[in-house]
């Protein structure tokens, strides 16, 4: 699936229609209330992609915002007809609702997501594709000197430390909006993203879960640039628990369902010798049954959960492999896995 833009009357619309990628790469910039940051963003990533010999666009989604970033990406439309691309949402809608939309429009074959605020440097969108291939999935890595806040670093640590053990395998940096990804890939995951900010944490388990290559790429993340970050600590910290359990849910369920179920069968049998010596003989006390039941239960629910999340998170098939020290993908895997999203 590629996009494809119709001029009619009014603002433009984007028609979405089945083909072929017609770009080497797609950078995809949500963006709300970005009047201080967006133009100095395009106008870098221009400069930073016309060195290199690729063809490119700029895709930027407006999430309906209420400053003047709709008149400055106008004015920076006239001056790259050729290279940007604005998709405007009539009203916000959320920073994963923009990705998504930025990504089915999209026409290059990997998509590079940035934030809007100037916070990541064009520059280094080279040092991201440059891995692909081999890998279906690069993430831009904060070091150590990145100049966040202490709470948010340490919700971020914890994230990591988290979405590693649910997935296996080391993660870095789970939330990092700066990212690259293989179009064909990502289209399997469009329905998984959420309208919020938790957009980046789902892909990175849905890569890592469904087989695909995941790297982490250091990067230097700058300060805000201007404006004010949409993120909310305290409403958004209350989201963080709700977004954990969604992730078990949704990538690995048997992780709250079998621990539950041996606890519970535990305090049954801790029931059950209690009711003996209590009574002197050998019973079985209605606590231990219920407990025992519940266990049983849990762990049947659980299993159901589990066929359930691998039905939306499943092999697919078309991960980049390596063979003798060469990266390949069949052409043809990408157009068929490509039109069946």
């Known amino acids: 699936m590629t996009g494809s833009l119709d001029r009619k009357a009014g603002p433009e619309v984007a028609v979405i229609s089945d083909g072929a990628a017609t770009k080497s790469l797609s950078v995809v910039i949500p963006a709300y209330d970005e009047e201080a940051t967006i133009e100095e963003l395009v106008v870098g990533i221009v400069q930073s992609l016309s060195e290199q010999q690729l063809s490119y666009e700029i895709v930027v989604v407006d999430d309906g915002s209420e400053d003047k970033t709709q008149e400055i990406l106008r004015s920076l439309k006239q001056v790259y007809p050729e290279t940007l691309r604005v998709v405007q949402h009539l009203y916000n809608k959320g920073n994963g609702a923009a990705l998504r939309t930025g990504i089915?429009?999209?026409?290059?074959?990997?998509?590079?997501?940035?934030?809007?605020?100037?916070?990541?440097?064009?520059?280094?969108?080279?040092?991201?594709?440059?891995?692909?291939?081999?890998?279906?999935?690069?993430?831009?890595?904060?070091?150590?000197?990145?100049?966040?806040?202490?709470?948010?670093?340490?919700?971020?640590?914890?994230?990591?430390?988290?979405?590693?053990?649910?997935?296996?395998?080391?993660?870095?940096?789970?939330?990092?909006?700066?990212?690259?990804?293989?179009?064909?890939?990502?289209?399997?995951?469009?329905?998984?993203?959420?309208?919020?900010?938790?957009?980046?944490?789902?892909?990175?388990?849905?890569?890592?879960?469904?087989?695909?290559?995941?790297?982490?790429?250091?990067?230097?993340?700058?300060?805000?640039?201007?404006?004010?970050?949409?993120?909310?600590?305290?409403?958004?910290?209350?989201r963080f628990v709700v977004l954990i359990l969604r992730m078990i849910m949704l990538y690995d369920p048997l992780r709250i369902f079998f621990p539950a179920s041996l606890f519970m069968g535990f305090l049954g049998i801790v029931a059950w010798i209690a009711g003996v010596i209590n009574a002197g003989r050998l019973v079985l006390p209605n606590s231990a049954i219920f407990l025992f039941i519940s266990a049983l239960i849990t762990s049947l629910l659980g299993l159901v959960a589990n066929q359930i999340a691998g039905s939306l998170i499943q092999y697919r098939g078309d991960e980049t492999i390596v063979i003798e020290g060469i990266p390949e993908y069949p052409a043809d895997l990408v157009r068929d896995t490509d039109k069946s999203s």
């Open 104 to 238: 089915r429009v999209a026409q290059g074959e990997i998509v590079v997501s940035m934030d809007a605020d100037g916070q990541h440097a064009p520059g280094e969108i080279s040092k991201l594709i440059s891995l692909m291939p081999p890998y279906d999935l690069v993430i831009g890595c904060r070091t150590k000197g990145y100049q966040g806040t202490w709470l948010r670093a340490m919700a971020n640590r914890f994230f990591n430390r988290f979405a590693s053990w649910l997935s296996k395998m080391e993660v870095l940096d789970l939330t990092s909006g700066f990212r690259a990804m293989r179009r064909s890939a990502v289209m399997h995951f469009l329905p998984l993203f959420p309208t919020g900010f938790s957009a980046p944490s789902t892909t990175t388990l849905a890569f890592l879960k469904a087989g695909y290559n995941v790297a982490f790429v250091p990067v230097t993340v700058e300060p805000r640039a201007g404006g004010k970050s949409k993120i909310s600590l305290w409403m958004d910290g209350t």
